[in-house]
C-alpha cells in the first residue's frame, strides 16, 4: 500500500514539474506575464485544435506547433 501512496506522491510531483514546464515554454514563447495562465489554458484548447483529437505522441516539434498556432489564434496573448 505504501508503494502506491509513494507512486501516487510522485505523479503529482511530476505533473506540478509539467505545468511549471509548459509556463516557461509560453513565456519565452513571447506570452506576456501576465497571460501565462490564460495561455495555459489556451494552450489545451489548442491541442485539440491542431491535432483533432489525435493521441499520438507529442514531442517538442508537436509543442512548437500549438505554440505557433496560438500566437496566430490568440495575438493578444503574447508581447
Not at 500500500?1 to 507512486?7: G, R
Not at 495561455?39 to 489525435?54: G, N, R, S
Amino acid at each position: 500500500m505504501n508503494k502506491i501512496k509513494d507512486l501516487e506522491e510522485e505523479v503529482q510531483d511530476l505533473t506540478i514539474h509539467l505545468a511549471d514546464m509548459l509556463e516557461a515554454v509560453l513565456y519565452f514563447g513571447g506570452v506576456k506575464e501576465g497571460k501565462i495562465e490564460e495561455a495555459v489554458k489556451a494552450y489545451i484548447d489548442a491541442l485539440d485544435e491542431v491535432f483533432e483529437d489525435d493521441d499520438g505522441e507529442m514531442g517538442y516539434k508537436e509543442v512548437v506547433v500549438v505554440v505557433e498556432h496560438l500566437k496566430r489564434a490568440k495575438s493578444e496573448l503574447f508581447s
